[in-house]
Every structure is written in C-alpha cells, then in structure tokens.
C-alpha cells in the first residue's frame, strides 16, 4: 500500500477553518483583529509595502474608479484601500467601508477624511445594503477568511449594480500562500476554482491584475482580479 506523503504546503497550510466550527473562528479572526495583530497591520502594511502596492492597483491603468458614485470597500480593516479610493475616485463619491471588527473600523476612522468614508460594522456574509446599489467594490484579502467564498461573492454580487466591477484580492494556494494563511490564519484558494464560483455569482473574470511585472513573473501577490457584474441574460451564456 503506498501512503502518500503530504506536500510541504498542505503541512504549513492554517488549519484553524476546518479546526473550528465556523462561529468559532469567526469570533476567533474578530478578536485576532481586534487585538494586537489587528493593531500591527498598520505597520506590516508598511514593512511588506502593501500599502504602496495597494495604491498601484487603484490607478487609472489598474482598478479605475472613476466615474463610480457608490464605492464600497468590503472588510476594510485600517482602511487601506479606503485611503486610495479617497484620493482616487471623483469628488462626489459616496465611499462605504464596512468590517467586522470594531477595532478595525475605529482605526480605519482615525485614518482616513471623516467626510469622505461612511464605516458600518457588518459581516461579508450578510450585508446590511439593497440590492444592486454599488458602481465598484473593493474586497482585499477577505475572502479567505470563510470557508465557502461563495457565501461571500454571493452577497457582494447581490449588492452589485449590473455592469458594475470588483476588484477582488485573495491568498492563492501557492507556497507563499500557505505561508500567508498560516500568519493570518485563514484558507488559500486555487484561481481557477475561484473563477468558477465569481461565474456561479454572476460576476465576469475580466482581467488578473498585478502588484508589478516581478510579481507577475514570479507568480507573487496571491489572486487580484478585476471582475465586472453580469446581467442574468448574459450570465447564463
Ligand atoms: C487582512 S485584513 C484586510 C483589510 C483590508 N481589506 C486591507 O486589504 O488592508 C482582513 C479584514 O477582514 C475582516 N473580516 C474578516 N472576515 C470578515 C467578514 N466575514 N465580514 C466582515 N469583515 C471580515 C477582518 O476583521 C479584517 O479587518
């Protein structure tokens, strides 16, 4: 009988999602959030230039959104991509974040213009917003904190106006990946599975996009992809 040996990747891989019943871990992520590793994100953020990179990708040759009146950063955590949507979308803009974590929104807030961004807490799996009320969304690195991301892109294409796009970010199950899900105790997902479930959501997979031409070559920077809301019609082609 030949026992197969687990690939270093699954080995290094969280366990936390399967671990736990998912009320648990969600109070788990939330008080992950809420303390120190919450608070240290700022600082990460600016140590691994994930700040910086987050302002590439929102540029008009990358996620524009200008044009868009109703933005909505999902999971905003200290409101990085609030900052750059601030900076980059039209002044008349109405900017929404929402996240889970009290703490996280109260830090977004410190962070960011008071009349510019709206924070709501609110969980990605139900969303306190009517149907089809955004132009764009942001979800960064959110994704992978439920078991099923369909429960997510669900929600997030329901409260998507059609033709509307989302720039989606998420750790991919990469090497690197593996080693991110373990730091922030979450799941990794294969990016053709993924495609299938935004199709599922009626959401398009438009374009991949990159941090940069080194994370593009070396396969670096985990899944972003800039996807576009399908109307029903279309969605069932
Ligand atoms: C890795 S941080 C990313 C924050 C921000 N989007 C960024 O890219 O800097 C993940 C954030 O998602 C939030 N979060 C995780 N699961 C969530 C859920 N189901 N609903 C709402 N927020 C959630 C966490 O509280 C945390 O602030």
Known sequence: MSTKRPSLKSVIKSKELQRRSFGDYRRFIQNQYDGLPGALTKWTGLVTGHKSLAGRLLRPSGFDVRGCKRILDAGCGNGRYSHFLVRRADDDAL??????????????RRNLPRDRVSHVAADLTRL????????????????????????????????LKTGGKMLLLTTEDTFNGAVCSRLFHCRTYNRSELKQVCAECQLHWYRELWFSKVHRFFHLGGII????????????L
């Open 225 to 236: 992809v800039e996807l576009r809301k399908l109307a029903p019609s279309q969605a069932n």
């Open 95 to 108: 900017i929404t974040a929402f996240d889970y974590s009290q703490r996280m929104l109260q830090r977004a």
């Open 128 to 159: 306190p917003y009517a149907d089809e009320c955004f132009d764009a969304i942001v979800c960064g690195w959110v994704l992978e904190h439920l078991p099923d991301a369909k429960a997510g892109l669900s929600e997030l294409s329901r409260v």
